[in-house]
């Protein structure tokens, strides 16, 4: 079975009339593993690049590890797999390496001809525009998920943004078990239990925002001093080791043995973040780095659905 490697790609928040240039400096600068989802509203334009990334000569199908995940109103079982062929159709792919449960969020179902992706709220043109529930046991999503890999369609399947107590209780029905937990983890929130429990049922770990803050600025959902490239502590490290202090938090992802992925729009910066597979941390620079956990997270339902969606509604205790 092809590895998933290390260090990816993330899709998240690339405009898609930047992600043709983007895919295509990406692979040329060596990433392989593009992390996409139809929630980014992106998968046409990234379908394209992978083809012409593919029609340059510069990688084959067979090279690259694409994942996708299921939006949270296609949980019901009779929608995840049409959710799941619309990603490919529009990736231009005949299979995902990786298909993944976005959020453990069930919402109300909207058909792709009226809305694509749906994102968060009904009817945005509703009079009061809300966030709708569907009452859907992640348990019959799991079990739809499972049909992809018989299909040939996923060749592996996972989930995002469960907690410890989901993880068991999916580990108790899963006949197929999830190949992966995405996670936001970085320096302010490590996250230590749940990535070491996932260790424990053999789940690889991936995590999402790896640059902490970075990621979050341009939606206003962090503010500057959130900045952990600017801690003494990695500024430090990065000074002693003449590495970038977001060369340093990444060496941090890796070393943890979780995957991460990054994303820049500037080539620099992308070699730059592949760029640390080349040295390693010492036990106290890893444990400086862990220091800094402050339980920090950004992406947060229990926040932003209240915020932007008007209905609280916490995942995470
Ligand atoms: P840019 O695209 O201008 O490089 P995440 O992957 O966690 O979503 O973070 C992405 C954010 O981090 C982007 O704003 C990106 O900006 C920035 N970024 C990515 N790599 C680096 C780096 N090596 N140094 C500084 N900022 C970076």
Same mark, same amino acid.
């Given at each position: 079975m092809k590895q998933m490697a290390k260090i990816g790609f993330g899709m998240w928040k690339i405009a898609p009339g930047d992600c043709e240039r983007i895919i295509i400096d990406a692979i040329k600068a060596g990433y392989r593993h593009f992390d996409c989802a139809?929630?980014?509203?992106n998968e046409k334009a990234v379908g394209n690049g992978l083809k012409s990334a593919i029609d340059l000569g510069l990688v084959t199908r067979e090279d690259l590890w694409i994942t996708s995940k299921l939006w949270n &109103?296609?949980?019901?079982p009779d929608h995840v797999e049409m959710a799941c062929r619309k990603s490919l159709t529009d990736l231009g792919l005949d299979y995902l390496d990786l298909y993944l449960v976005h959020f453990p969020i069930a919402l109300e179902f909207v058909p792709f001809e009226e809305r694509y992706p749906a994102e968060w709220v009904y009817d945005p043109k509703a009079e009061s525009p809300e966030m709708r529930r569907a009452f859907v046991p992640l348990q019959e999503t799991w079990m739809a998920m499972e049909t992809l890999v018989e299909k040939g369609v996923a060749q592996q399947i996972g989930v995002c943004n469960y907690s410890s107590g989901l993880l068991h209780d999916l580990m108790s029905y899963a /006949?197929? $078990?999830?190949a992966v937990l995405q996670i936001e983890s970085h320096p302010y929130l490590t996250q230590e239990k749940l990535i070491r429990l996932a260790e424990q049922y053999g789940i690889a770990v991936t995590a999402f =925002?790896?640059?902490?803050a970075l990621s979050y600025f341009e939606i206003d959902?962090? $503010?500057?001093?959130? =900045?952990?490239? &600017?801690e003494k502590t990695v500024q430090d490290i990065a000074a002693a080791r003449n590495r970038t202090p977001a060369q340093i938090i990444l060496r941090w992802g890796i070393q943890r043995g979780t995957a991460i992925i990054p994303k820049s729009s500037n080539p620099g910066r992308m070699r730059e973040n592949l760029d640390i597979t080349n040295f390693s941390l010492s036990s106290d620079e890893m444990a400086a780095v862990s220091g800094? /956990?402050? /339980?920090?997270?950004? /992406?947060d339902p229990g926040e932003f659905c209240e915020q932007a969606f008007g209905l609280f509604n916490p995942i995470y205790d």
């Amino acid at each position: 079975m092809k590895q998933m490697a290390k260090i990816g790609f993330g899709m998240w928040k690339i405009a898609p009339g930047d992600c043709e240039r983007i895919i295509i400096d990406a692979i040329k600068a060596g990433y392989r593993h593009f992390d996409c989802a139809a929630d980014y509203g992106n998968e046409k334009a990234v379908g394209n690049g992978l083809k012409s990334a593919i029609d340059l000569g510069l990688v084959t199908r067979e090279d690259l590890w694409i994942t996708s995940k299921l939006w949270n &109103t296609y949980h019901h079982p009779d929608h995840v797999e049409m959710a799941c062929r619309k990603s490919l159709t529009d990736l231009g792919l005949d299979y995902l390496d990786l298909y993944l449960v976005h959020f453990p969020i069930a919402l109300e179902f909207v058909p792709f001809e009226e809305r694509y992706p749906a994102e968060w709220v009904y009817d945005p043109k509703a009079e009061s525009p809300e966030m709708r529930r569907a009452f859907v046991p992640l348990q019959e999503t799991w079990m739809a998920m499972e049909t992809l890999v018989e299909k040939g369609v996923a060749q592996q399947i996972g989930v995002c943004n469960y907690s410890s107590g989901l993880l068991h209780d999916l580990m108790s029905y899963a /006949n197929i $078990k999830p190949a992966v937990l995405q996670i936001e983890s970085h320096p302010y929130l490590t996250q230590e239990k749940l990535i070491r429990l996932a260790e424990q049922y053999g789940i690889a770990v991936t995590a999402f =925002s790896p640059l902490g803050a970075l990621s979050y600025f341009e939606i206003d959902m962090a $503010k500057p001093d959130d =900045s952990i490239l &600017t801690e003494k502590t990695v500024q430090d490290i990065a000074a002693a080791r003449n590495r970038t202090p977001a060369q340093i938090i990444l060496r941090w992802g890796i070393q943890r043995g979780t995957a991460i992925i990054p994303k820049s729009s500037n080539p620099g910066r992308m070699r730059e973040n592949l760029d640390i597979t080349n040295f390693s941390l010492s036990s106290d620079e890893m444990a400086a780095v862990s220091g800094l /956990n402050a /339980n920090h997270r950004f /992406n947060d339902p229990g926040e932003f659905c209240e915020q932007a969606f008007g209905l609280f509604n916490p995942i995470y205790d």
